[in-house]
């Protein structure tokens, strides 16, 4: 059973738009949700990650908006540049526990072109 | 300041056989977790293991097991390969204990399987 779901599985923007990625989960000890860059060949990055005690986390290009109600997070890509191409996972943590377990979406492939 | 190492970068092995993969966590970091990256899919955990010590498992069968060494570094084995177990193999290693949801992840080994 996928814990994390994320869609779409592959998007296309173009050279300066905004990127958007979404995930959904149901467990509600989750309370880390990270967001990973992977290019080809490499394993992934970290790139952004929020609590549940806040909305909304942006650095730089990159946000996170959280909706714990919902049980649903997004990634917001703004500017959108041809080096973003790269699929994009989102992630979920439980903190408190002892086991540094992270349960993953399936990945989203985004193509930005010039 | 190096990241994670993983070795080897590429392996072919054929149905039947063993494999032994490795990894050298962050300087510092105590916690390692491998984790099977298969074609299109996010990766899914297998082992997480803190000060030698298992911590926990995913839903992997017997046929793969793993080890801490003193030094925090990680070998991964998988017995008996099946076609089903190519797929990119990731090491990640965190601090454990405070910052342990921070996970980074080394490029991997990518496994074929004929």
């Known amino acids: 059973q996928q814990q994390v779901k994320q869609s779409p599985q592959s998007l296309i923007v173009q050279k300066g738009g905004i990127s958007i990625i979404n995930c959904a989960y149901e467990?509600?000890?989750?309370?880390?949700f990270p967001w990973y860059q992977q290019f080809p060949g490499k394993g992934p990055a970290l790139l952004i990650a929020?609590?549940?005690?806040?909305s909304e986390k942006k650095e730089g290009r990159f946000t996170i908006s959280f909706n714990k109600s919902a049980k649903q997070f997004s990634l917001h890509i703004m500017d959108s540049q041809p080096g973003d191409s790269a699929t994009y996972f989102c992630?979920?943590?439980?903190?408190?526990?002892?086991?540094?377990?992270?349960?993953f979406g399936r990945g989203t492939q985004l193509t930005v072109w010039p | 300041d190096a990241g994670v190492t993983q070795s080897p970068t590429h392996l072919i092995k054929t149905r039947g056989q063993h494999v032994t993969l490795r990894c050298s966590p962050i300087?510092?970091?105590?916690?390692v977790s491998w984790y099977q990256q298969v074609l299109g899919q996010g990766p899914q955990f297998i082992f997480q293991?803190?000060?030698?010590?298992?911590?926990g498992r995913g839903n992997f069968p017997d046929r793969f097991s793993a080890r801490q060494f003193p030094n925090y570094s990680s070998e991964l084995n998988v017995n008996a390969l099946l076609l089903g177990d190519s797929a990119l193999y990731l090491c990640?290693?965190?601090?454990?204990?405070?910052?342990?949801?921070?996970?980074?992840f080394g490029s991997g080994t990518q496994l074929s399987v004929l």
């Open positions: 300087s510092g970091h105590k916690s």
């Open positions: 992630a979920a943590f439980i903190r408190g526990s002892t086991l540094g377990r992270l349960y």
């Open positions: 929020i609590r549940p005690d806040v």
């Open positions: 293991y803190y000060e030698k010590e298992e911590r």
């Open positions: 990640a290693s965190s601090l454990a204990g405070t910052g342990n949801e921070k996970l980074f």
């Open positions: 467990n509600t000890a989750f309370d880390y």
